[in-house]
């Protein structure tokens, strides 16, 4: 397994690789099909989180195929350049196998060389798993979102987490 930032020419299997964790993840904030198959929006994002000192996209390859994602979307006002906010996402027959601790780790070394000092994400307060991942790698709870989104004709709150560096 080899952890990297993506490439432009990684847009074709990484618009392929977030619709596939969209459609097998009951967590995700796009359910299945919900979100069209672009991949020329996802090269310009990979271009435009290139240039952002405070921004990356990590992947997990294995074999040549992208098995995992690590949106790290930095602040772009001066008050909160030190800040990212976070999206991961792994396939389905890969979850559990520690491409999100090893993606997570990748993310750190990099954020402490970019003078990141805030990581955060959100989590669905029935994630199990993402929240054991998150606890593991040194996130915190710092609230609840009630009813943030509506799944399935149901209200779900998310956990705002954070991890300081």
Known sequence: MRIRQAEEKDAEN??????DVENT??????????????????????TAFI?????????????????????????SAQRNLHTAY???GILENQRG???GTKLFEELFNWAKE?????LELTVMSHNEAGK???TKMGFEVEGTKR????????YIDEYYMSKLL
């Open 51 to 75: 240039a952002e000192n405070n921004s990356a996209i990590f992947v997990a390859e294995k074999e040549e195929e992208l098995q995992g994602f690590l949106i790290a979307k930095g602040g």
């Open 25 to 46: 993840s009951e967590y995700m904030l796009y359910g299945p099909g919900e979100r069209t198959f672009n991949p020329d929006s996802k090269k310009k994002m990979i």
């Open 97 to 99: 196998t520690g491409i």
């Open 147 to 154: 009813h943030s989104l509506i799944v399935d004709g149901k």
């Open 114 to 118: 970019h003078n990141l000092h805030r």
């Open 14 to 19: 990484f618009a392929r690789l977030i619709r």
């Open 132 to 134: 054991r991942l998150y």
């Open 86 to 88: 976070l999206v991961i």
